[in-house]
T-cell receptor
Framework: ETGVTQTPRHLVMGMTNKKSLKCEQH?????MYWYKQSAKKPLELMFV???????ENNSVPSRFSPECPNSSHLFLHLHTLQPEDSALYLC???????????FGPGTRLLVL | AQKVTQAQTEISVVEKEDVTLDCVYE???????LFWYKQPPSGELVFLIR??????QNEISGRYSWNFQKSTSSFNFTITASQVVDSAVYFC??????????FGKGTMLLVSP
């Protein structure tokens, strides 16, 4: 595998389900990011991890819980989501905060 | 505060036409970075270019070219002889200091055969 991978690519879940999104980067980077992309809205930064420490949390509801066990892996744990949380969730990584971010293919999430 | 404006929401062209995507940014910092990303229908954001604020040289890569003008705070992207495979949403983004990226709302480009 090369670059940034995300699984699953598609996810349908009910409002009471618990699921997790996974991101893995094979670029040797030390920073990882979660973004949300809703229809007709700009990309919204959700969380930033640098050297496995969370450095930014942009007022994201607690029903989204990130986890970064090491510099190559990033998870987004989901529970009790709302239909308005349906979106494309993108993961990215970079070598430091100023460097280019490389994105994964995203997970298309539908909450019923 | 950072801000990126892509005033063109959607552009439609016919194959082989040239097309320019506009990007205007706002920043108070003297050191910053500008980016362009391409998002095809598959969803993945593909990195195209990164430019720092001290380098105003225009860049050309194949059919792609970028025009950076600090005087007008613009970083425009031109595709020459467009092709159907160029159809995508294109995002301009700004990074200021050690902050994270601020994206524009994107321009959807549709290239028809």
């Amino acid at each position: 595998e090369t670059g940034v991978t995300q699984t699953p690519r598609h996810l349908v879940m009910g409002m009471t389900n618990k699921k997790s999104l996974k991101c893995e980067q094979h670029l040797g980077h030390n920073a990882m990011y979660w973004y949300k992309q809703s229809a007709k809205k700009p990309l919204e930064l959700m969380f930033v991890y640098s050297l496995e420490e969370r450095v930014e949390n942009n007022s994201v509801p607690s029903r989204f819980s990130p986890e970064c066990p090491n510099s190559s892996h990033l998870f987004l744990h989901l529970h009790t989501l709302q239909p308005e949380d349906s979106a494309l969730y993108l993961c990215a990584s970079s070598q430091g905060g100023q460097e280019t971010q490389y994105f994964g293919p995203g997970t298309r999430l539908l909450v019923l | 505060a950072q801000k990126v404006t892509q005033a063109q929401t959607e552009i439609s062209v016919v194959e082989k036409e040239d097309v320019t995507l506009d990007c205007v940014y706002e920043t108070r910092d003297t050191t910053y970075y500008l980016f362009w990303y391409k998002q095809p229908p598959s969803g993945e954001l593909v990195f195209l270019i990164r430019r720092n604020s001290f380098d105003e040289q225009n860049e050309i890569s194949g059919r792609y070219s970028w025009n950076f003008q600090k005087s007008t705070s613009s970083f425009n992207f031109t595709i020459t002889a467009s092709q159907v495979v160029d159809s995508a949403v294109y995002f301009c983004a700004l990074s200021e200091g050690y902050s994270t990226l601020t994206f524009g709302k994107g321009t959807m480009l549709l290239v028809s055969p």
